[in-house]
């Protein structure tokens, strides 16, 4: 009996997506449930699997085919599996063992291209899954390893002729400006689309301001250690500026809200996006109803996204809707940044790096941890004065944390 393998139902925001890693060929055997082809969208990458046991018997959409919801993806014979030969005939191949062990479609197609065995590779996500970082620096490793025992088989400069020892060590002329053309990620193609979108389409503007981390950070290193053993989750400081932006929100409801046409679309909920690095590059998972979050909540959701992110285990609901976006490049060492707006939303806060800076408090000049704060806005729908004011009162619920413990 002839199954079909279909993609799966792709939400109303995501148009189609790209077949980009087959893990099995015509004739292979398939067992039901396992992972048959991955398709990259826009947003994360999707595992389609064997609805049954059987045999592979096409495949309709090879890597690189754009496909929509429902189209068909490849046939499957059914209850003939006892009768297939593999067509790979190495049962201990790196592939097979690959399919032992739970991994991420990335992780999963890294490990392919490479044939790597990852049971030889330390996975640092949690409960020990590996994670692309674990399988480039396993990668890199290697290859130092490759490096130094060429170094080691190398005849003395001394004893080659020039002639040999510069074809045997020197590059070639091409190898000095080497050159790449790759397509680009469905993920890096939208956010090139989206971030010319919000360019082109807001009338964006940033005001700056400044805030002094002393409380939050005194606050959190004598509660920290507590509240890990309590809540089992760190406390960073995070939470402290998703509480201290809902606090603002409902002050100012226009930088919660979104334009559609003519339309003001006022949100009377706290959807919070949380900008994440990923390998794939950067996204924002959302944090719902994030007023109705204790710090604790805030904190593990924001770990959980980063595992997921790592992992490429971010689903489509993790990415959708959101009101407001926070996005930190502290960790990265930026000082100021303007960051973009994500659409539709109206204003996106920008953290960024904690400095020693010289201040004056009651006039005397001492030294305090300052993060410089920015907020960029759609000025269609908000007025600088709502803007400013936004940011003061963030900057007045981080500098006295009593404002978000006691609401007042």
Not at 65 to 74: N, P
Not at 179 to 203: D, H, S, Y
Not at 302 to 324: C, Q
Request: aromatic fraction near 6%; glycine fraction near 6%; hydrophobic fraction near 40%.
């Amino acid at each position: 009996m002839s199954i079909e393998v279909l993609t799966p139902n792709l939400p109303e925001s995501v148009s189609d997506a790209t077949v980009i890693t087959w893990h099995k060929n015509p004739g292979d055997a398939v067992i039901k449930n396992e992972n048959l082809v991955d398709l990259e969208t826009d947003k994360v990458v999707l595992e389609v699997t064997a609805p049954e046991s059987g045999i592979l018997s096409s495949v309709v959409k090879g890597n690189g085919s754009i496909v929509g919801s429902g189209e068909l993806l490849a046939t499957i014979e059914a209850g003939v599996i006892q009768n297939a030969v593999l067509s790979n005939k190495s049962s201990e191949s790196s592939a097979e063992k690959t399919d032992s062990i739970p991994l991420s479609p990335s992780v999963r197609r890294l490990v392919h291209e490479k044939e790597l065995d990852p049971s030889k590779i330390q996975g640092s996500g949690k409960d020990g899954r590996l994670t692309k970082s674990d399988v480039l620096s396993f990668l890199s490793e290697q290859q130092t390893n490759e490096v130094t025992e060429i170094k080691a088989e190398t005849p003395a400069p001394q004893q080659v002729s020039k002639a040999v020892f510069n074809e045997a060590i020197l590059p070639t002329t091409a190898d000095h400006r080497p050159e790449q053309r790759v397509p680009m990620t469905r993920l890096r193609a939208k956010i090139a689309e989206r971030l010319l979108q919000a360019q082109q389409n807001a009338a964006m503007l940033t005001t700056f301001n400044e805030v002094n981390m002393q409380n939050i950070i005194d606050l959190r290193n004598q509660y920290k250690t507590r509240f890990e053993q309590k809540h089992n989750a760190k406390l960073g400081f995070m939470s402290f500026f998703v509480k201290a932006s809902i606090e603002a929100l409902k002050r100012f409801p226009a930088i919660n809200a979104s334009i559609d046409n003519n339309d003001i679309i006022y949100h009377g909920y706290y959807d919070i996006g949380i900008a994440i690095s990923s390998p794939r590059g950067l996204i924002v998972p959302v944090l719902r109803d994030a007023d109705q979050l204790d710090f604790a909540g805030i904190e593990k959701g924001i770990v959980d996204f980063s595992d997921k992110a790592k992992n490429g285990t971010l689903s489509f609901d993790d990415l959708k809707g959101g009101t407001f976006t926070i996005t930190n490049g502290g960790i990265f060492g930026s000082m100021l940044s303007t960051p973009i707006l994500n659409p539709p939303q109206c204003a996106i806060l920008g953290m960024h790096a904690i400095k020693e800076r010289p201040v004056v408090e009651n006039s005397q000049v001492v030294i305090r941890p300052i993060m410089y704060l920015a907020l960029s806005y759609d000025h269609r729908l908000v007025d600088g004065r709502e803007a400013v004011q936004f940011l003061v009162t963030i900057k007045e619920c981080l500098e006295s944390p009593a404002h978000l413990l006691l609401n007042i």
